[in-house]
């Protein structure tokens, strides 16, 4: 089922869902079962697994030079996707990047994601390989988010990029976008950030997650913002418990987020990680009971790998 007709039949119910990792290469995938396992009894209607692009490496050879790599961490996604559409029959949404992805390539993803009964995907741009400044798209790849959009909306209408296949199929996917209430780092203002997003929509996302924020101001803000420009699509929030001390700098560098002054204190003066564990547990359950009083239709939380802190969190909610 698609991610707007969960929305839908909920009714205007609440309802949980999560992110989670691929694993690092070379780990089993019941490593995958054990997060997601003691997070079904709050029913999540649809699971995220992120897309990991490649990465360069440098490995050092016997004669001293250095030679380049292309590795990909945590592959994977696909498989787990069907893993878990098979295993808990919950709809799976897979990741699709730009990034080193040619529209071929991306042509060829879908059609095995559509073979395999995966209708809904959550298309991005991925950023800029780890040893890159700037984000650069393949040769014969999409450059934007929105472009990618474009690409999965044309396979919908049965438009490969083949424009001589005769009888070709139509796809049925829904497509998620993502957004960034506290602008996306590389955009000049948010303003301009919310036209762009406004694009996504209109060449045919039907609906947006958001970047993890810790202040619901700063999403209730960005709603208001992108309603005023005309999207009316479902706005779902993405949410993440802090769990150690370090990702107090960690968090503002990788996210691009603010961190609300009282939850910084509130960290600092921690004598452990399991009291941060704590802490981020008890701010990320206020910021959901907040988001559930004003009838947001999906509350997606960040697992990253780890489901013992949002099972805490969901615990008090679902
Ligand atoms: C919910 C969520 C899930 C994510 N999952 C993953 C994942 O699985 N794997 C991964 O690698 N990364 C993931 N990311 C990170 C994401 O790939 C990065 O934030 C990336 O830098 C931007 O992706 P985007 O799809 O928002 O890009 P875009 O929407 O393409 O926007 C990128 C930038 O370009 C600007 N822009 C857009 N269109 C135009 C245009 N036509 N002209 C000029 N400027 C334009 C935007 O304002 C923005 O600053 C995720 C992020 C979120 C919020």
């Given at each position: 089922m698609k991610v707007t007709e969960h929305i839908k039949?909920?009714?205007g119910n609440t309802q949980f869902s999560f992110e989670i990792l691929p694993p690092l290469k070379g780990q089993h995938i019941q490593s995958v079962f054990d997060n997601i396992d003691p997070l079904m009894e709050f029913k999540p209607p649809f699971i995220d697994v992120t897309y990991h692009r490649e990465e360069y490496v440098y490995k050092e050879l016997e004669n001293g030079l250095l030679k380049k790599q292309v590795v990909k961490k945590r592959p994977g996604t696909v498989g787990i996707c069907a893993a878990i559409q098979n295993k808990?029959?919950?709809?799976?949404?897979p990741h699709i990047l730009c990034g080193g992805f040619t529209k071929e390539d991306t042509?060829?993803?879908?059609i095995d994601l559509d073979?395999?009964?995966?209708?809904?995907?959550?298309?991005l741009r991925g950023d800029a390989v780890k040893t890159e400044t700037y984000f650069r798209p393949e040769k014969e790849g999409n450059?934007?988010?929105s472009d990618l959009v474009s690409q999965v909306s044309e396979l919908n209408k049965g438009k490969y990029l083949d424009e001589e296949l005769k009888n070709s199929s139509e796809t049925n996917f829904c497509v998620g976008v993502a957004a960034y209430p506290e602008k996306h780092m590389e955009a000049p203002s948010l303003d301009s950030d919310i036209h762009f997003l406004k694009k996504k929509i209109k060449n045919g996302a039907e609906y947006i997650v958001t970047q993890m924020?810790?202040?619901n101001k700063k999403y209730f803000d960005f709603v208001e913002k992108c309603r005023s420009e005309g999207i009316t699509v479902p706005i779902i929030p993405g949410l993440k418990p802090i769990a150690t001390k370090k990702q107090l700098n960690l968090i503002p560098h990788r996210f691009h987020v603010d961190l609300p002054e009282d939850?910084?204190?509130?960290?600092v003066k921690c004598k452990d990680n399991s009291q941060v564990r704590q802490v981020g547990i008890e701010w990320c359950i206020e910021q959901s009971k907040a988001l559930r009083k004003a009838g947001i239709p999906v509350l997606h939380y960040y697992s990253m790998g780890k489901s013992d802190n949002i099972q805490a969190v969901a615990s008090k909610l679902f």
């Open positions: 039949k909920a009714n808990y029959n919950v709809d799976a949404i042509e060829n993803f879908l073979f395999l009964g995966i209708h809904n995907v959550m298309a450059l934007y988010a924020f810790f202040d939850l910084i204190i509130e960290i």
